[in-house]
DNA sequence: TTGCACAATGGCAACGTTAACATTTGGGCG
DNA sequence: CGCCCAAATGTTAACGTTGCCATTGTGCAA
């Protein structure tokens, strides 16, 4: 009951098995060329002294961690939870590990993120990106570091997955006018969100693209009270039997908005949103709105990564398409 | 523009400014004891040959890899969120990195966690529980790897740290009798949950330090739908004025339960929940709730960790409380 | 002028692992 | 009985970094 000894060696286990270290280092690995009952005597010896094999020593040798990196400039994040389930999956087939870094967003920039990770030890790096980044048309990933990031805008130099806004925009508008509506309203989100400028593109060009003129858009602030408040802008106006609401949250005010001015939902006028982030939380009614994959937006990333493992692979730019999920909040006027 | 350099080591950067290896790495830890102007010279190397440090060498020397890993059985989760919020936040500041793992839960065991982690570059680990292991009373974290759980049960050999789920319910408790309710009734959650489990506890006994026998309990599943229907069920009930569900989606489900019967809260009934997970989904409403701070918890698992940072420290047992936060869901009887 | 202190830098070794090569052992076969 | 082959095991070196100690250079007091 001496000093205790910081950690165990391929060393000590190889001198108490009188065997060589690398005999030991063989039986780790379960080569097949050592003799099944040396084979055991060594396992008995690295039982006996709790060895466990030390990742520096072997990611030393080998030029690798297997490791993935992943920077977030805010960690708190709808579909983020989902997209870390995907990310941790996809390591895990792969039998790689995720390292979780938060990065400042002062200045808000691909380099920061880049930088940060550099004395981290990871093999690649995936960056969820909310913002547009100041420096996203010049930045180059660091050299041997494969950099995939999440959004929509396509990079030349990193591989790139996310949702399709844009998709999930069209979806919604071209479900309400299949439904006989003859325009859809919008309520948008602040604009420097990069997605929720992409579904306002969508629904302006699918509109167009029926030949409807876009009504003027209410701006929204994310949250259930500017839904509310935009619900009750566009209750009073007669030509608006339809609104689409970039996200679930002001989709619900929406409703509540309506129905404060004596509006009905679905009756009067049908709703619509995205993320399908309310799950249950609403007993009494479903709302109709889009469902990601956001699970598979981090899984492709990490794959992308992982997957490679040394044979460099291409850039690539991936959009994952939502679902549409009908609930009932929208009515069919054919 | 041959062969591309694998990596560039100190021993690159040192024969290109002229040096030694050991004036790189010098300079690279700012030492003092290094001429400005030959500092400035690694300094250009570094910049031209893209020098980042090895991780691997580092850890390899230092013995330590500045790493937490963060062991998860279910990645999503209400608060895990916020909890990474945490874990960032405190690992930044000690200068350390956080390394997620998605646990097998089958079987759900300590055990499974912690040889998961054993073969990652981590320094120490935190679990997050959500259930009870089964090997939660024979566990023994690895040696030399410091082990936080994060429960409200305590543990004789690792440090644990949770919201204290007894606390809430005594103060959701209190303040619905100090404003004059006889009761409160509660709604349940499925009983393999540690920490609903805790606050039904709480909920009890409270309710009998003030001599009041506990009325029955409805019994929830988490989901708006069952505190829906638990919200029918008590609106029969002519003696009950205060509700209590142990969580938010069942304590909204429960309101428009309530109402859908004719029942108004808070004229008729007050509802209060736990969690705060609602935001601001509701837009007409706030509900009296609990608020946890969940960013704390993490950053104190995370704290004990890095902060002790080699002096061992010993095994301690944290619960932070929660903030009662009042909504309008709450009627003052007095 | 000599000696000494101190600042600046260099050389060496070791952290734990494993690929590549070297060596030993045993068995089969001519 | 000797030879050769293959199986089993051992030896060496290197991955990149940095603590320790040694060395060199520079200025100043004796």
């Not at 029926?210 to 566009?234: K, M, N």
């Not at 309506?258 to 009067?268: H, I």
Request: charged share 25%.
């Amino acid at each position: 009951m001496a000093a205790v000894k910081k950690s165990v060696s391929v060393k000590d286990v190889a001198r108490l098995a009188g065997v060589s270290e690398q005999t030991v280092s063989r039986t780790v690995h379960d080569s097949p060329s050592v003799r099944p009952e040396t084979k055991e005597r060594v396992r008995a010896a690295m039982r006996e002294l709790g060895y466990r094999p030390n990742f520096a020593g072997r990611s030393l040798r080998r030029g690798k961690f297997k490791t993935v990196g992943v920077a977030m400039f805010n960690i708190t994040g709808t579909g983020n939870l989902d997209r870390m389930e995907g990310f941790a999956a996809a390591a895990d087939k792969h039998g790689y590990a995720i390292t979780l870094t938060k990065v400042d967003g002062h200045p808000y920039t691909l380099e920061s993120a880049s930088s940060r990770m550099s004395a981290l030890p990871v093999d690649g790096m995936v960056v969820i990106m909310n913002r547009m980044p100041a420096d996203f048309g010049t930045f180059e990933p660091l050299p041997g570091m494969q950099t995939v990031l999440v959004t929509m805008l396509e990079h030349p130099l990193c591989s790139t997955v996310d949702n399709d806004q844009f998709d999930c925009s069209r979806q919604v508008v071209e479900y309400l006018l299949g439904r006989g509506h003859k325009t859809v309203h919008f309520i948008s989100c602040p604009e420097r969100s990069l997605s929720g400028m992409r579904r306002e593109e969508g629904w302006r060009e699918t509109l167009r693209a029926h030949g409807i003129e876009p009504p003027r858009l209410v701006r929204g602030d994310w949250t259930a009270q500017s839904g509310y408040a935009a619900g009750q802008a566009l209750a009073e106006d007669p030509t608006c039997t339809a609104i689409y609401a970039s996200n679930d949250a002001m989709a619900y005010g929406c409703i509540r908005g309506l129905e404060s001015c004596g509006r009905r939902v679905p009756e009067d006028v049908s709703v619509a949103g995205v993320d399908d982030s309310l799950g249950d939380i609403v007993p009494d009614r479903r709302l109709t709105t889009v469902r990601f994959d956001n699970k598979r937006v981090g899984m492709w990333a990490v794959d992308k990564i992982a997957g490679a493992d040394g044979g460099a692979s291409g850039v690539e730019h991936m959009l994952i398409p939502g679902v549409l999920v009908e609930g009932d909040t929208v009515r069919d006027l054919r």
